[in-house]
């Protein structure tokens, strides 16, 4: 392995730069390549010299996505698709790798870059898989756009249906428009998890000891509540969430990437 595509989005103002940064030096720590980190954004400020950016588009759908988005209640949730167009990145070979902001790089990525050629992976969604339902989590997800491009297209065409289709959730819309087409394969469980459906004790156990990191993961997720930034100094929000400051935590997300890229960029 040569060479590791890997991209992002960014949007708003609920994550800073220093998300953006300090999942590139978690990425670049953790994979035995050179890598390429994009990151799609309409506000590049902050971001690190390495980091290439790609302009966040207006696509010409947007008005009957935003509709039927508004509908299911989920504003702005299918952006993620413009990472899907064939062509995005000109002169683009194989696969990209791509990233919620709210994870953290824990471990080695290698058996995630490499498994299932040619195929779209995610991770199993935690509440679907319990459910006995197929549907992939999106934080972590491999693709091609040379292969995948319909995942771009398909929303382009019919974007109204697709995102109804969808209940408004990119990630089923994703993970089963190429589960539709035997083109899809599932990260095991074990290498991304989730803080709070995996770290985090049940009550009463969680006030007594710390979040643990599961020994093979290597990307944890923050999905909901709380995030890295709640997390690691401890989170008092929920009784069920309450957790202990989280030392691996902030080892890995901060002071890692501040030894990486220095304080100006990831502190």
């Not at 995005?88 to 471990?107: C, K, Q, R, S």
């Not at 991770?123 to 934080?139: A, L, N, Q, V, Y």
């Not at 909901?224 to 400051?245: C, D, F, H, I, Q």
Request: hydrophobic content about 40%; proline content about 7%.
């Amino acid at each position: 392995m040569d060479q590791a595509n890997v991209i992002c989005i960014k949007w708003g103002t609920l994550f800073g730069p220093e998300y953006v940064n300090r999942l590139y030096s978690g990425v670049r720590r953790n994979i035995e390549a050179k890598v390429n980190f994009f990151c799609m954004t309409e506000n590049a400020d902050g971001l690190h010299p390495d980091i290439k950016v790609l302009p966040l588009p207006v696509e010409p759908f947007a008005d009957p996505m935003n509709a039927a988005l508004a509908v299911a209640n989920r504003q702005g949730a299918m952006r993620k698709t413009s990472l899907f167009r064939s062509g995005l990145i000109p002169d683009l070979e194989g696969p990209l790798l791509g990233f919620d902001l709210d994870v953290v790089i824990t471990g080695d990525l290698t058996p995630i870059w490499d498994m299932a050629p040619g195929k779209v992976v995610m991770r199993h969604d935690w509440i679907e898989s319990r459910k006995g339902r197929p549907t992939g989590h999106g934080s972590v997800f491999r693709f091609d756009p040379a292969h995948h491009g319909y995942l771009y297209t398909d929303l382009a065409e019919n974007p109204y249906a697709e995102v109804e289709k969808a209940r408004g959730s990119e990630q089923r819309y994703t993970s089963h428009k190429a589960m539709d087409r035997g083109d899809f394969e599932y990260i095991p469980g074990d290498l991304v998890v989730s803080f709070k459906h995996g770290c985090l004790d049940f009550v009463p156990i969680n006030y007594l000891r710390s979040p643990r990191l599961p020994n093979n993961a290597r990307v944890v997720c923050f999905h909901g509540r709380p995030k890295m930034n709640e997390a690691v100094t401890g989170y008092r929000g929920s009784l069920l969430r309450w957790s202990k400051p989280a030392a691996w935590l902030k080892k890995h997300w901060i002071t890692f990437a501040e030894k990486d890229l220095g304080e100006s960029f990831a502190g």
